[in-house]
């Protein structure tokens, strides 16, 4: 999958996320993904972003979605 900037996913609890970049890791040149939620930014693993981990059945998943973050918009430009 693709991941551009203002693209958007929303995570199995609910949050909905922002893609502000993909950047690499300074010291192992790991890509990363930096993402907004609730006007502070993170960064996670890109590998760990797209991971197909299946949290269906997980206590806490709100949505009822099948893996951690789903995309539910995309940047068109």
Not at 2 to 18: Q, T
Not at 37 to 58: G, I, Q
Request: proline share 3%; aromatic share 10%.
């Amino acid at each position: 999958m693709e991941i551009k900037p203002h693209d958007k996913f929303r995570h199995f609890k609910g949050n909905v996320i922002e893609v502000i970049c993909i950047c690499k890791h300074s010291e192992t040149l790991e890509e990363m993904v930096v993402y907004k939620h609730d006007n502070s930014y993170w960064v996670r693993p890109l590998s760990m972003f797209l991971e197909k981990v299946d949290v269906s059945n997980r206590k806490d998943n709100v949505t009822g979605q099948k893996y951690r973050f789903e995309k539910i918009g995309e940047n068109l430009c």
